[in-house]
């Protein structure tokens, strides 16, 4: 299920564009990985840009973890879309198909209403592309579900008001896009109790920025021993700590958590934290927003991942059909390569608005 966005995580990413050096890409092909190899290597000799790793990521997300390669491991090597387009041959290979509009159907008449909200670019924005990554891969996962129904969206920036009581009250049916908490370690916490998820439809690196004056290194768990992390109020930090990699429970880490991101990256350059964590995408906007691109770098490992998901109420009556509706729809979207067309489309508007 290749439902991974990713993306370079090296200074540099921030600076450069996503068209380098495409027309001598190497691609289409299967590699086999060697002793040394990892992601951004095997971009570099393959397109001539390590910024285009994520490309080989979302291609080979069941053989790989986080970056890493495993020796022996046959990858396929993708092309990316400005190469594909360039050494296309035939002259009648159709243009990319435009954005189309979200569902107009009005909402007391629809089958299925859909709550989200604005600036939370690029996933959600009645100002973005297709109003943004998830909105557009909801919406055509709604229409290319195999029990199709109307349905309608609807838009409230007032993010505090979309779970509690909106959605647990079924004002409207779904909601998107949310961060699903590890229901499993924790059964209580009031998202589990009250809302289905739907299947993620993207997942986000979370990774560690840091001064560039004080690099730290981070390969293993111990690595984070004793440090001071710096993460925004209200996000989750169940990424952090897991069974598999209890970061904060073992590794002695100190969170700090101010109302902003950018109160992060401030704590980070007044030496209050050794490092900032959160996705890389809001990691980039802020950085660039703060005109922070030669202070702060990113570390190449990323130190978890979230997911974005769909939510419907549990005590809603048609919950579980509209799940299948959209899970179905999800898998239909990744089957035909639609999936993968509008997430790169929305990947390289973001990056090149940062330039």
Not at 69 to 77: A, E, N, S
């Amino acid at each position: 299920m290749r439902n991974f966005v990713n993306r370079p995580v090296m200074s540099a990413a921030f600076a450069l564009g996503l068209s380098p050096s495409a027309a001598l890409a190497i691609c289409n092909v299967d590699y086999v990985s060697k002793p040394g190899d990892n992601l951004f290597s095997i971009a570099e000799e393959h397109y001539g840009d390590r910024e285009h790793w994520e490309l080989i990521f979302e291609q080979n997300k069941r053989l790989l973890a986080a970056s890493t390669v495993i020796p022996g491991r046959t990858l396929f090597i993708p092309c990316p879309p400005e190469a594909e387009t360039q050494a296309a041959a035939a002259p009648e290979q159709p243009e990319p198909a435009a954005v189309k509009p979200v569902a107009t159907t009005p909402l007391a008449q629809a089958d299925m209403t859909l709550l989200t909200g604005g600036n939370f670019g690029p996933f959600s924005g009645q100002d973005l592309p297709g109003q943004g990554m998830v909105t557009e891969l909801i919406t055509a996962a709604l229409e290319a579900s195999p029990s199709k129904v109307t349905f309608a969206l609807a838009w409230d920036d007032d993010w505090t008001e979309h779970l509690f009581p909106q959605l647990d009250e079924k004002a409207f049916d779904i909601g998107f896009p949310w961060v699903k908490p590890d229901c499993a370690a924790n059964p209580g916490h009031e998202r589990c109790v009250s809302f289905h998820f739907s299947d993620p439809v993207v997942s986000l690196p979370v990774m560690l920025f840091v001064d560039a004056q004080r690099p730290i290194a981070f390969e293993q768990m111990s690595d984070l021993s004793g440090k001071t992390i710096c993460r925004p109020n209200g996000y989750f930090n169940h990424d952090l700590d897991t069974a598999d990699q209890p970061w904060m429970a073992e590794a002695d880490i100190k969170v700090l958590a101010p109302r902003h991101p950018r109160e992060c990256f401030s704590m980070l350059g007044q030496g209050r934290v050794d490092a900032v964590a959160m996705n890389l995408f809001l990691g980039a906007e802020t950085i660039v927003q703060e005109g922070l691109r030669s202070q702060v770098v990113p570390l190449e490992r990323p130190v978890g991942e979230i997911g974005l998901h769909a939510v419907i109420s549990k005590s809603h009556w048609r919950g579980t059909s509209h799940l299948y509706r959209l899970n179905a729809g999800l898998k239909a979207l990744r089957q035909s390569g639609q999936f993968d067309q509008i997430m790169t489309r929305h990947l390289e508007t973001f990056w090149s608005e940062l330039q």
